[in-house]
C-alpha cells in the first residue's frame, strides 16, 4: 500500500528501509523522503518504522539465542 502518495513510497520500501539498516523514523525518512513534503503519512509511516523495527530486532535476538 502506498503510505506516502507525495514520494511515492509504500509500506514495503519503509520496511525494506529498516531491513537494510534504517533504526529510527529519521532514517527512514532520509533512505525513502516519506514525510518530508505534505507530511500527512508521517503518523503512518511512523507505526510502520515502529513495527519494522521491532521485527528487525526480534528477529536479531532470535538469531543471537541460536548463537549463543
Known sequence: MYVC?????SDRKIR???ESGARSWREVQQATGCG???G????VGK???REAVKA???ASARE???AV
Open 5 to 9: 502518495l507525495c514520494k511515492g513510497v
Open 16 to 18: 525494506e528501509s529498516v
Open 36 to 38: 518530508t513534503q505534505c
Open 40 to 43: 500527512k503519512c508521517a503518523c
Open 47 to 49: 507505526t510502520i518504522t
Open 56 to 58: 528487525e530486532l526480534m
Open 64 to 66: 543471537f539465542a541460536y
